[in-house]
């Protein structure tokens, strides 16, 4: 620590300090997306300020290095404050603005929400992160989906998990979106069915926001039944190049972004390269995990009305393990394993302007995942292992008319081509209670398939300040051959200039995927499974940028996909409810302070049958608290904290144990009796910056769970020659620094 103190002084030292930096941008109408030619972005506090040209395109010069507020305003709109923008020494920052038709010509209401503007399709139980939230956010190592786990309804699964767990629904009934292409694997070291993965495959700096939807979201998004995580890549920097490097005990990356030679066209791209596996070998671990991924964005105009941005991402995760014959009789009965997933797309979307009211949005995308896993012994490294590959071709596209400032439409459609492969083989075995499970031989190799959907939304403010939202989405999946229709509503009611009342209902499904059909023919008669929300809540701005907010909801839940058996035969005869009450408050990053709060109480239960009992859901977390605060302190430094709690996960308990053919077994106890002990820790991160001679170093340190608190993340138990039961708890992370640097060029 003294050694990089030095280090950071004498770079300090070095070359006197260039005191400013450019910001610049677009601000478009947020329905249509028209550019706002006349609009004017002023930096709030200074003098500083620019009017965007008839592209809505603008640039403001010389601003002093720094966190600033940007506002963009235009007659006819509300205006929008981004808080949290920083200003960097010889660099260029992008902020651009979507603004929404001004409530003031549909009604006699003011209403200032200039700090959390929302689309209206999305009446209830929306938040949108921008990337300085992220960045900033301790205990989340600059993880997307850590920092999420913070937000109302969102249960963490650990700090060796980046998964969300959303208003008890499972990580498989998240929809994850990237420039509206559909990513289904968006974490690294995580399979689809999963709950774990470690780091998120998005490096945060490439994102323009984050919108997260945990319930009630509107009918463009689809086959998801819990909620939608919409991250938008930025576009490239159009006046200058920028250079980002990161390192830290996670990994080493490098973002580039920056004008393109054709007129009108620039890029940013992120490669990243992790570390676990340099870290395990110094700790002389068993397993040596190491992944790499790239993301990157191109953009042209190919004229003031058209735009084409090409997309593109490309992950591999790989994992070798070699255990010692301890390991292995603690771990596993086979101490060789090697697992390589990777994961690929490549989209073009193109927005045209076809008039100025409407709109056209079409994305091309190419999406492949897929994985391959050995395991056994030294000598026979393949007595049990998977092949599966999963490639889809989609095409998506959305028409937006605005009628009138009141009545906006917007109609689409998906279609989807799959083609798929799932070779699975295992040796007979027997399970820790004794059931003796027989060898299989799984090859699911159907004909190439397809999805596809029709929907339409509407937003209409029908007698101010009463807005209503409606739509109606049509799925079909060819390759069980079912057919739904799913209805969306949703009503918000502005009382007054800071209280909005949103009640919204919906029915939402779920197709099967190919892991659950795969393992027998039979599965192919599977249908969706089906989730019917309701929501209803009150907003209320205490200040401009403070906002408080009271959410209770109900998610009756049923055509579940169960095992009943343990066989490979799926049924849909699993059914069940989510309900609960969350309590947020939520400021943004103003006068050097943000910090948020929320309280979430929720039930989530589940039934295997109609006969079965009820028993809780593995994913319930009755009680979660999470808190969240940073300032900055000035000269460069940063500070934040955040406190999580959560009521343990509830588990099957060992009753007792059998003795069969003279071995002792484990009996369990009814599903999911019992509760791990009550999850919660403290994290504290510490950034300071120093301003150099065209370039700055920011040093950081995240430190997890401060107060080394035990958490439990499971139990394994083992009954040995004499028919004693031993339990060996798998704990959570302890104290864990992360230390690293960024360098800005």
């Known amino acids: 620590m003294k050694i990089l103190s030095s280090l950071l002084m004498l770079l300090a030292i070095a070359g006197a300090q260039t005191n400013t930096g450019s910001v610049s941008g677009e601000v478009r109408d947020a329905v249509t997306r028209q550019p706002l030619p006349g609009a004017i ?3 709030i506090g200074t003098t500083l300020g620019a009017s965007c040209d008839e592209r809505g395109y603008y640039v403001i010069t010389n601003v002093p290095i720094g966190t600033h507020q940007l506002k963009a305003s235009m007659i006819g709109y509300e205006a929008a404050v981004n808080p949290d923008i920083t200003v960097r020494t010889q660099r260029n920052t992008t902020a651009s603005f979507p603004l929404q038709i001004s409530a003031v010509e549909l009604s006699e209401v003011e209403v200032q929400s200039e700090f ?15 990337p300085e939230e992220i960045r900033r956010s301790p205990g989340s190592a600059e993880d997307i989906f850590r920092v999420m786990q913070s937000m109302p309804g969102v249960a963490t699964a650990g700090g060796k998990s980046a998964q969300l767990i959303v208003r008890g629904g499972s990580p498989n009934e998240n929809l994850t979106l990237l420039d ?10 995580a399979r689809t069915g999963e709950s774990m993965g470690i780091i998120s495959i998005v490096n945060p700096a490439l994102l323009e926001k984050v919108d997260f939807l945990t319930g009630g979201f509107p009918a463009r998004y689809g086959d998801k039944m819990s909620s939608v995580f919409d991250m938008s890549i930025r576009d490239g920097n159009k006046e200058l190049y920028n250079t980002d490097v990161n390192l830290n005990i996670a990994g080493f990356g490098v973002m580039v972004d920056g004008p393109l030679p054709a007129e009108n066209s620039a890029m940013v791209l992120s490669v990243r390269r992790g570390f676990f596996d340099i870290l395990t070998k110094i700790m002389d671990r068993p397993a040596a995990p190491q992944y790499y991924d790239a993301v990157g964005k191109v953009t042209y105009d190919l004229d003031r009305d058209n735009r084409i941005g090409i997309v593109g991402f490309y992950y591999i995760d790989q994992i070798d393990r070699v255990g010692t014959t301890k390991e292995s009789s603690a771990m596993s009965k086979y101490d060789y394993l090697a697992r390589d997933d990777y994961g690929s797309a490549f989209g073009v979307n193109w927005r045209s302007l076809l008039s100025q ?11 492949a995942n897929g994985w391959t896993t050995n395991q056994g012994t030294q000598t026979n490294h393949a007595l049990r292992g998977e092949e599966i590959v999963e490639q889809e071709l989609t095409l998506r596209s959305e028409l937006t008319y605005q009628f009138s400032p009141a009545l906006s439409m917007t109609m689409g459609l998906m279609a989807k081509g799959i083609d798929s492969r799932n070779i699975t083989w295992t040796p007979e075995d027997t399970s820790r209670t004794g059931t003796i499970i027989p060898a299989t031989t799984i090859a699911f190799e159907p004909d190439a398939t397809n999805k596809t959907a029709l929907f339409f939304q509407s937003s209409y403010t029908i007698l101010a300040p009463l807005t209503i939202s409606a739509g109606v989405r049509y799925d079909r999946f060819a390759l069980t051959n079912e057919q739904d229709v799913s209805p969306r509503l949703g009503l918000s009611y502005r009382a007054g200039a800071s209280t909005t009342f949103n009640i919204a209902w919906g029915k939402f499904v779920q197709t099967p995927a190919s892991y659950q059909i795969s393992p027998d023919p039979r599965n192919l008669s599977l249908k969706s499974s089906k989730a019917i929300h309701y929501v209803a809540g009150v907003e209320h701005l205490l200040w401009n940028d403070t906002r408080a907010t009271l959410e209770v909801y109900h998610k009756d839940i049923h055509d579940v996909i169960v095992d009943p058996d343990s066989t490979n035969l799926l049924l849909n005869t699993g059914s069940g409810y989510a309900r609960g009450v969350e309590l947020s408050l939520q400021k943004k990053f103003t006068d050097g302070f943000v910090g948020s709060a929320s309280y979430g109480y929720s039930v989530s239960r589940r039934q295997d049958a109609p006969s079965a009992p009820e028993y809780d859901f593995e994913y319930d977390r009755p009680h979660i608290v999470n808190l969240l605060a ?10 934040g904290a955040k406190f999580q709690f959560a009521s343990g996960n509830p588990y099957t308990p060992v009753a007792g144990v059998v003795k069969k053919g003279g071995i002792y077994y484990l009996v369990d106890g009814p599903v999911n009796s019992a509760r791990y002990p009550d999850y919660h820790k403290l994290d504290i991160r510490v950034d300071r910056q120093f301003v150099l001679n065209g370039w700055s170093l920011t040093a950081y340190i995240d430190l997890w769970n401060v107060y080394n608190k035990d958490n439990v993340m499971s139990y394994s138990y083992k009954a040995d020659a004499s028919g004693n039961i ?3 708890v798998k704990p959570d992370f302890g104290i864990t620094p992360i230390a690293g640097v960024s360098a800005k060029f």
């Open 116 to 130: 959390f503007s929302r689309p209206t399709e999305s009446v209830v139980s929306m938040r949108t992160l921008s």
């Open 357 to 367: 009211n409407s709109v056209l949005l079409t994305t091309l995308s190419s999406t």
């Open 180 to 189: 509206n292409i559909e990513i289904y694997n968006p974490i690294h070291f």
């Open 630 to 639: 940073g300032m900055e302190l000035g000269e460069g430094w940063q500070i």
């Open 726 to 728: 031993t339990m060996t």
């Open 41 to 43: 972005v002023t930096i």
